[in-house]
């Protein structure tokens, strides 16, 4: 059974472009939760999903966006990006809202920002 | 505010011998507390997961033990081999009807040597 899966793997951008980043969640799973990860530091709470619904948001600017589609797959967004937008973004799925399920995360997608 | 904070910082030892991670938390209440195995470049692996309610979980050679009056975790390691050599992140869920913002902790980088 495949895990959590994440596109593209790598991705470099400039300054002030625009940048999707795709998750598949494990078969079965309603929620999907986005983080940031700077290098050195934990992973940063941006966005959860769950049945298609935004349930919790983290402090990011509005530059970030994100939805959930019909089969559950995710999108995060991010407009004007900047430098400090480099980091590893994670997707995590679980069967439900992730304070009760537990949580399974893709191996991420690493951006660089020049 | 919402705090996870984890000591030490990075841990060297060597192979066979057992260590112990420290997490403290100012998140309360609390839904539960998760331990996680990220190895480099890599998405974090679910440990152990706790509710305010249990004190200790084990899964294979990981013990986490829960101690909510002093708002302290620890995730003991026994016999430690080489691919043990990862960062290992606490995370604190939050309970709270509505939105939900899971606290990460800065990780200790654990280093295994032969």
């Known amino acids: 059974d495949a895990g959590v899966t994440q596109s593209p793997t790598h991705l470099i951008k400039t300054r002030g472009q625009h940048v999707t980043l795709r998750c598949s969640p494990i078969s079965g799973h309603k929620s999907v939760s986005w983080y940031q990860q700077v290098l050195g530091q934990g992973p940063q709470f941006i966005f959860q999903?769950?049945?298609?619904?935004?349930?919790g948001r983290g402090n990011f600017p509005d530059r970030f966006s994100a939805r959930q589609f019909p089969n559950y797959s995710s999108e995060l967004n991010v407009n004007a990006l900047l430098l400090g937008d480099s980091a590893l973004y994670l997707c995590?799925?679980?069967?439900?809202?992730?304070?009760?399920?537990?949580?399974?995360f893709g191996p991420g997608t690493r951006l660089t920002v020049t | 505010k919402n705090q996870v904070e984890q000591s030490p910082q990075s841990l060297i030892i060597l192979e066979g011998k057992n260590c112990t991670l420290q997490?403290?938390?100012?998140?309360?209440?609390?839904?539960?507390l998760r331990w996680y195995k990220q190895d480099t470049g890599r998405g974090p692996v679910s440990l152990t997961i706790m509710t305010f309610s249990e004190n200790t979980k084990s899964n294979g050679r990981y013990t986490a033990t829960l101690d909510a009056d002093t708002k302290q975790s620890s995730l003991h390691i026994t016999a430690s081999q080489l691919s043990d050599s990862a960062s290992y992140i606490c995370v604190v869920s939050p309970m709270q009807r509505g939105s939900y913002i899971p606290t990460f902790g800065r990780g200790t980088s654990l280093i295994v040597h032969p």
């Open positions: 997490c403290n938390y100012t998140v309360s209440p609390f839904s539960n």
């Open positions: 995590a799925s679980s069967l439900g809202d992730q304070r009760s399920y537990e949580q399974y």
């Open positions: 999903y769950y049945e298609k619904e935004e349930r």
